[in-house]
């Protein structure tokens, strides 16, 4: 099994920079995708960015594009969510998950599936 911890967040103006951390405790962590999501207020939870648990390949969601990058350390067990040129719409909680997917395949990974920590809180004010 996978346990995600999620470390990083906090309160950043419009234009900053932040990095979000996840450390995955388990013996399969390196054969997991691992992905961020957020769920900002009176919204539903949405895929950020995932990883393939070879590092070569990574996707995006298209509102990050550009602005963030995924990486991970498999002898570290964390992955990483670089967050660069925030705006006030990138307020939400951010989750860390691991499942047995493809990079792209975690997009559509359910609260029900896989592994999820608890979520870190980035705040964008403008």
């Known amino acids: 099994q996978v346990q995600p911890v999620e470390s990083g967040g906090g309160l950043v103006q419009a234009g900053g920079s932040l990095r979000l951390s996840c450390a995955a405790s388990?013996?399969?962590?390196?054969?997991?995708?691992m992905g961020w999501f957020r769920q900002a207020p009176g919204k539903e939870r949405e895929f950020v960015a995932g990883?393939?648990?070879?590092?070569?390949?990574?996707f995006y969601a298209d509102s990050v594009k550009g602005r963030f990058t995924i990486s991970r350390d498999n002898a570290k067990n964390t992955v990483y969510l670089q967050m660069n040129s925030l705006k006030p719409e990138d307020t939400a909680v951010y989750y860390c998950?691991?499942?047995?997917?493809?990079?792209?395949?975690?997009?559509?990974?359910?609260?029900?599936?896989?592994?999820w920590g608890q979520g870190t809180q980035v705040t964008v004010s403008s």
């Open positions: 998950a691991a499942g047995p997917k493809s990079h792209i395949t975690i997009a559509r990974m359910t609260t029900t599936e896989g592994y």
């Open positions: 388990g013996r399969t962590f390196s054969t997991y995708a």
């Open positions: 990883i393939s648990w070879s590092i070569m390949s990574t």
